[in-house]
């Protein structure tokens, strides 16, 4: 188990033995990292976990707090395709809330992150793209070291052009 979701569990049974009331504000992520010895990172990751389960919410410059309005969990198994799907979009254009919004949809266990991948190095080109550089740098040399203009190096452009179409 990772620290955060240690901390998210503990939370979560005060939360549900009535330790932690509703509307009660939590610990703040300084008090609880110097609690738990842990990183911010790890307080914020059991933060979002709790408010993706509408367990706790934030409050703008005040800090965590247990959930006004507890979300009642479905035992349910079966979804219906007419069921409405939960929106992630944040209501407001507050830089926060969205960035946010976005770290409590990636811990849920239903969702599949795509922002983080990576494709394995097998699956690319790599004595190609080896053998492109290779010959670009004994082609330009030094010239490549140099600022070019914005829209980027001519030469380059139908180098690149050139290799495509070759593919």
């Given amino acids: 188990m990772f620290k955060y979701e240690d901390i998210a569990c503990t939370i979560e049974e005060q939360i549900r033995l009535g330790v932690l009331r509703i509307g009660q504000r939590l610990p703040s992520v300084r008090e609880l990292c110097k609690e738990r010895n842990v990183s911010p990172s790890s307080v914020f990751k059991a933060y979002y976990a709790l408010e993706a389960k509408g367990l706790i919410e ?3 410059r005040s800090g965590y707090y247990v959930s006004l309005h507890p979300v009642v969990e479905k035992r349910d198994t079966q979804k219906t395709s007419s069921e409405p799907q939960e929106s992630f979009y944040p209501a407001s254009r507050d830089t926060g809330e969205i960035i ?56 380059l452009k139908n180098h690149i052009v050139v290799q495509a179409s070759k593919w």
């Avoid at 992150?113 to 492109?132: D, E």
């Avoid at 082609?139 to 914005?150: F, I, P, V």
């Fill in 100 to 155: 946010n919004s976005v770290e409590r949809a990636k811990l849920l266990p239903d969702k599949v992150v795509l922002a983080n991948a990576t494709p394995s190095s097998k699956m690319l080109p790599t004595g190609k793209l080896r053998k492109s550089a290779r010959d670009i740098l004994i082609q330009y040399g030094d010239s490549l070291l140099r600022y070019e203009d914005a829209s980027g190096m001519g030469a």
């Fill in 58 to 60: 934030a409050r703008n």
